[in-house]
Structure formats: C-alpha cells, structure tokens
C-alpha cells in the first residue's frame, strides 16, 4: 500500500466517524422529541413556541417565528393546532388588524409546569461548562459540516427537528 492509499483509506475512516458521529446525534434528537411528546404531549417546536409566547405574555406570531428561527407560516400552523387543544388564544392586535396576537392559557401554563427541560437546554448547560476555546472549535466545525452538507436549500432553524422537511421549510432554487 503506498502512501496515497493509506491517506485515502485514514480519510474514508474518518469520513466514516464523522457520519456515525452525525447518525447519533441525530438518533439523540429523534428519542427526545419520541420522549417529550409521551411525557408532555407536545412537539419540541410546540413546546418551545409556547415557552416563547409565556415568557412574553402576548406576542405576536411573526416575533415567535423571529424569536426561535421559524418561519412565521410554520409558526401560524403549530399556534392553530396548540389553540385547538386549549394551549393557547389568538386575537387580533386592537392598534393594528393585521397583528395576530397569541398568548398562552391556563391549561397551557400547567402543561408548562409539568414540562421537563428540552434536551436542549440540557445541552447548553453543558455546552457553557466547556472553555472557550473548545466551543470555538466545536462551532466552527459544525459550521463547516454544514457547509460541506450542502444545506443552502433549508432555512436555518434553532429547533432540533428531524424527519421529512416541509416544502415551506425549503427555498426555491435559483436558476443563474
């Protein structure tokens, strides 16, 4: 074996690693959003929009969206179905009509109560525990995941979510 074939074989090995290493990662995200919805019967989107609306008391759907990184559509799609199950109110805004304000009720604020932390409040707890430097790094290697992943196409999101990505969730591809 010479030289650039034993680079080759160490770069394919540790390619490997990396996509094992992204798989349980994934896989991580996928048993917590399994295990809150059991626990609490809500999404991770769910949940974070509705800590959201609560620590703002009555908010506007397009500050949620903005406030936690999705986009205002699919922030209007998950407000309707947590305000058919009595989570939430939504009203519009007495200064401006086209203002669609949300605000969380009573039924919402004990689901809350009885919510334990997202995983990934967990994860910046331990992530801020880190020196700097190893933050540094770790951001800028998944920064540059990213970039290698070809992700253009999804919308930055600050929600762990997995599966089937929305066609809302997705940009249009331009042709230049």
Known sequence: MNVTDAKQELTHSIADNVLI??????????????????RVGLTGPQLVILQ????TGEVSVGKVAKAISLSQGTVTDIVERMEKRGL??????DYDRRLVL????????QLLEKATPLMEESFVWKFNRLQDWEQAMI???LQRL????DTKAI???????????EESTVKPETNK
């Open 146 to 149: 990213v970039s290698i992943m």
């Open 21 to 38: 290493a992204l798989r349980k990662i994934i896989q991580s995200i996928d048993l917590n959003s399994r295990s809150l919805v059991k």
């Open 88 to 93: 939430v109110t939504r009203r519009r805004s």
């Open 52 to 55: 959201e609306v609560a620590s």
């Open 139 to 141: 951001l800028s290697s």
């Open 155 to 165: 919308k930055d999101e600050s929600i762990l979510t997995t599966g089937f990505i």
């Open 102 to 109: 949300v605000h969380v009720t009573e039924s919402g604020k």
